[in-house]
């Protein structure tokens, strides 16, 4: 099974950029949707962005115009560049395979994650 290794987190002030980096290890990445997903404190994790292998990318609304999606199946990576950060992206985030292949899977899979803090 394919492991994700997520990177490129740390402490931002509002308005602020990141780039988060989400590297695969073994050879099946391109196969699948890709999804970064968020879990705050005291809340349910969602996903904010995700990428088919194709290249169509969908967002939560509460991101959209904000976060881009994007993925290199030639360096198994994919990335979410954060634009105009709040403090409500506040979370830990995540990457791994979405859709309904990627949900067969990997199940219930997550890795360590990246912390965003977004604060003055």
């Known amino acids: 099974q394919v492991q994700f290794v997520e990177s490129g987190g740390g402490l931002v002030q509002p308005g602020g950029s990141l780039r988060l980096s989400c590297v695969a290890s073994g050879s099946s990445f391109s196969i699948y949707a890709m999804g970064w997903y968020r879990q705050a404190s005291g809340k349910q994790r969602e996903l904010v962005a995700s990428?088919?292998?194709?290249?169509?990318?969908n967002y939560a609304d509460s991101v959209k115009g904000r976060f881009t999606i994007s993925r290199d199946n030639a360096k198994n990576t994919v990335y979410l560049q954060m634009n105009s950060l709040k403090p409500e992206d506040t979370a830990v985030y995540y990457c791994?395979?979405?859709?309904?292949?990627?949900?067969?899977?990997?199940?219930?899979?997550w890795g360590q994650g990246t912390q965003v803090t977004v604060s003055s």
């Open positions: 990428i088919t292998s194709g290249g169509v990318r």
């Open positions: 791994r395979p979405s859709g309904y292949r990627g949900l067969r899977d990997y199940g219930d899979y």
